[in-house]
């Protein structure tokens, strides 16, 4: 893609600026040294290439790609790879470090890492797709790994993508690899459970957050934005707990029916004709309005700073669930605070993801494989322990959701550090 042709940046800020502020500001709070917060701070390893491909009308496009490892102190490196037009390598960096808190926090021993090609997979044809993530493989070859760094699915990647990953690196090795990449299929040792746990650890951690509030869920009004992998099933699950979803949206399209949008029918359509366009019974209305509707849940599950200090002051919702990593800006968060709206913080409320993920690489390294009603059942003493320390942190320092979640984080991290020492 020529710089021309590129769509405008959905990035405002820089978000590893964005996550290099958060840590330090979370450092301010929980004391902790500011040698830690300079290590802390960097990423471990970037390495970016260049990916030739042989696209379908006899041209060679070159994409760029990415790989980031933020820290291995408490485990090998772990994070999704991103296909998106507008993957920048500071991008991939934040992402990278909040994975690395993501971990810590779920107590999982795993590191952060992220990867990322900018592209436009849905401009690609599927022989594209799998001769790009067939050469960004075999150009990172040297830094992932089962022991080292095992990327996952993400914006813009799914199973098929992992599923070529994984058949990469084995044929390189000689033999099935299956600990290299999770988010497989079922068919080559995928884990039951693991597409919908993203969504699923939001479900857990909203359900958490309407009990403490002393609310019910049932009846709730919930808006959803982005309708791929976590706000499509995080849609599903609310509707399923007696939730009104009475907004959803993709890139394109985003709809709205305050009596409730049947979540069925929208995933049918979805699964047909690929977009939520032309779906019936709801109201068109833009993204934009969509995260202004009175509704007591908002859960952004698309992109980051979809929430800005522009419109933080116009959001009506009691609980913000952040479906999606960093959609809401430092300066956003502190206006919503203001307001009294509770926010379940990203590391936190889509940590489902890397949990299961982990479940999958313990049981593909074990070549054991568990029943789904244990996947999910283990997902959620996870994510409630990790929520419950989360509240229990936020009520005693009197701070926010998202300070208790990464303070608890960088905590553990920090410890991981001073225990091992820094090398040599
Ligand atoms: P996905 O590619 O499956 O879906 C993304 C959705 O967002 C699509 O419906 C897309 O149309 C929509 N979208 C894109 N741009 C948009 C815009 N400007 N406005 C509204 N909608 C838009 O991706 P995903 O895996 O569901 O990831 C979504 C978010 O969740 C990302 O921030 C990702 O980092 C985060 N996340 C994903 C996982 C996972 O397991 N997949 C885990 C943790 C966090």
Known sequence: MSTAEAPASHLRENPFEIAKDQ?????????????????????????????????????????????????????????????????????????????????????????????????????????????????????????????????????????????????????????SVLGVVTGKPLTIGGSLGREEATARGALFCIREAVAKKELRLDGMSVAVQGFGNVGSYLSKFLAEDGAKVIAISDSQTALHNPNGIDVQAALAHKRQTGSLGGLKGAEEITNDELLLLDCDVLAPCALEQVITEANAGQVKARIICEGANGPLTPSADEILEDKGILILPDILANAGGVIVSYFEWVQGLQEYFWKEAEVNARLNDIITKAFDETWDTYKERETTMRFAAYGLAVQRVAEATITRGIYP
């Not at 379908?56 to 820290?71: A, S, Y």
């Not at 790879?81 to 960096?93: A, F, G, M, Q, S």
């Not at 934040?94 to 990867?115: D, R, V």
């Not at 994984?166 to 390189?172: E, L, V």
């Open 23 to 175: 840590l330090r500001r979370v450092a301010d709070v929980f004391d902790i040294d500011d040698n830690l917060v300079n290590v802390l701070g960097a990423c471990k390893k970037a390495v970016s290439v260049s990916i030739p491909v042989a696209m379908d009308d006899g041209r060679t496009q070159v994409f760029e790609g990415h790989r980031v490892t933020h820290n291995i102190a408490r485990g090998p490196s772990k994070g999704g790879i991103r296909y998106h037009p507008d993957v920048t390598v500071d991008e991939v960096k934040a992402l990278a470090m909040w994975m690395t808190w993501k971990c810590a926090l779920a107590g999982i021993p795993f590191g952060g890492a992220k990867g990322g090609v900018v592209c436009n997979p849905k401009q690609l044809s599927r022989g594209e797709l799998e001769r790009m993530t067939r050469r960004f493989t075999t150009e990172i070859i040297n830094e992932i790994g089962p022991e080292k760094d095992i990327p996952a699915p993400d914006v813009g990647t799914d199973g098929n993508v992992m599923a070529w990953i994984f058949d990469t690196y084995s044929m390189n090795k000689g033999h």
